[in-house]
């Protein structure tokens, strides 16, 4: 028989990695926290008809990347490739819209099919933000700011926020023309790809990693250029408030995001730290997109940051020994060994447990010496040691493992009942 593996691509997260993926999480929620957003969670599965009418039919992800397949009730149902286009489905299905402005955020993992590579999955994993209903200049740099905060909380170095603007869709029409007629003009220097999108997705050609046509675009006619007086003076508001936010930026006019709903502003936060693939978080107003999924008109702006690529950033950081990942060590270590003492060892836990206190329990069975040890490796400040003695005497000995902060010795021992969770955890440090 084989041996049975994940899928390329769909890679296990083992305990030893979570702790760092659980800091990255417990960050966000504390910021989001901070500023009213909340939470919002969206099925993993969706018709395909969701992605195909929001992202766009011409887009790389709805034509080659995306998990579809019929379902026995012949539907053609998708794995969600991002978060933005459930996120408004949910929003119109439920009303939520009828109730004011949204500031919502999602968690967990997307799938698109590429080729994997370093801090690029199958399944990869996404924290977005989603505000409906928000439509000034202000908002957009407040959504920016809080994703710039946020990756400076988390010690990302070498950030930098790459601006433009998409403008309206009566100046995207305008300029789709002008870029069209330039870029059949130059049809024979493009790659393969870029002349296949320039009647399919023109804007998308921008974006082109080829450096050949890259190189080719310069003199290209840009979308800033054909900006109607209204959205360059909103651009202008968006620049002027992350300036008076302190938030530097370089304005980029090939920015164009991957994604057909974008309008006006577009961003990329970028890393130095990553090498070539530097976008840790990306984004933009997509004003239009509520409206082509079946609602009201409603002006939007949100953005998605890459799990994946985050986790790789930190993990060089923890390598270089330049941060350290907040321990999150037991308060109490129970060490056990008898027949009496087991079930006397079990109970305490639980009972500490409801009290509140992160208490871990050696299964071992193994000798008190060994036990111990893996105790003083736990980062526990105390164990708490029941023999079949301690058990007939109905008491627990609780032995500090650490050197405390106020200068108690390690090794200092305390005799205290069984029968009293409360004056344990007085001992170890909290109160019930």
Request: charge should be negative; aromatic fraction near 6%.
């Amino acid at each position: 028989m084989s041996k049975l593996q994940s899928l390329r691509g769909l890679v296990d997260l083992l305990p030893a990695q979570t702790p760092l993926w659980q800091h990255i999480e417990a960050t966000a929620r504390e910021h989001f926290r901070r500023a009213g957003v909340a939470e919002i969670r969206t099925p993993l599965l969706e018709h395909t008809e969701l992605f195909a009418r929001g992202i766009g039919e011409a887009t790389d992800v709805v034509g080659k990347e995306m998990y579809t397949f019929l379902d026995r009730g012949e539907r053609s149902c998708t794995l969600r490739p991002e978060g933005t286009a459930s996120v408004v489905r949910a929003a119109i299905e439920h009303g939520l819209l009828s109730q004011g402005a949204q500031r919502l955020w999602y968690c967990g993992p997307m799938f698109r099919y590429e080729r994997p590579q370093a801090g690029r999955q199958r399944q990869f994993h996404q924290i977005g933000v989603e505000w409906l209903g928000v439509a000034d200049a202000a908002s957009d740099a407040e959504v920016i700011a809080l994703a710039w905060d946020l990756l400076a909380a988390l010690g990302v170095g070498g950030l930098a926020l790459e601006l433009n603007s998409l403008g309206s869709p009566d100046d995207r029409t305008a300029y789709r023309e002008q870029l069209v007629a330039w870029l059949e003009a130059h049809r024979d220097h493009l790659d393969p790809d870029s002349q296949a999108r320039i009647h399919a997705n023109p804007l998308r050609v921008l974006d082109s990693k080829n450096p050949d046509t890259q190189a080719l675009l310069a003199g290209a006619p840009t979308l800033g250029a054909a900006l109607a007086p209204e959205s360059r003076e909103r651009f202008e508001a968006v620049q002027a408030a992350l300036t008076a936010l302190g938030i530097p930026f370089v304005l980029n006019p090939r920015l164009v995001r991957g994604l057909d709903y974008y309008s006006h502003t577009a961003f990329e936060i970028t890393s130095s730290q990553l090498g070539a693939q530097a976008t840790v978080c990306g984004g933009g107003r997509y004003d239009g997109l509520v409206q082509q999924l079946g609602g009201a008109p409603t002006p939007a702006i949100g953005w998605a940051l890459g799990m994946e690529r985050l986790v790789l950033l930190l993990e060089q950081r923890l390598a270089a020994g330049d941060w350290t990942l907040p321990a999150a060590a037991p308060d109490l270590y129970v060490v056990s060994r008898g027949a009496a003492a087991e079930p006397a060892a079990l109970a305490l836990v639980v009972a500490l447990r409801r009290l509140g206190l992160a208490v871990e329990r050696d299964c071992s069975g193994s000798a008190f010496g060994k036990q111990l040890k893996r105790a003083e490796r736990s980062g526990a400040a105390w164990a708490a040691l029941i023999g079949d003695d301690e058990a007939a005497a109905g008491q627990v000995r609780l032995k500090r493992l650490h050197q405390s902060a106020e200068g108690s010795p390690a090794g200092e021992e305390r005799l205290v009942a069984l029968a009293d969770p409360a004056a344990v955890m007085a001992v170890v440090g909290g109160e019930p």
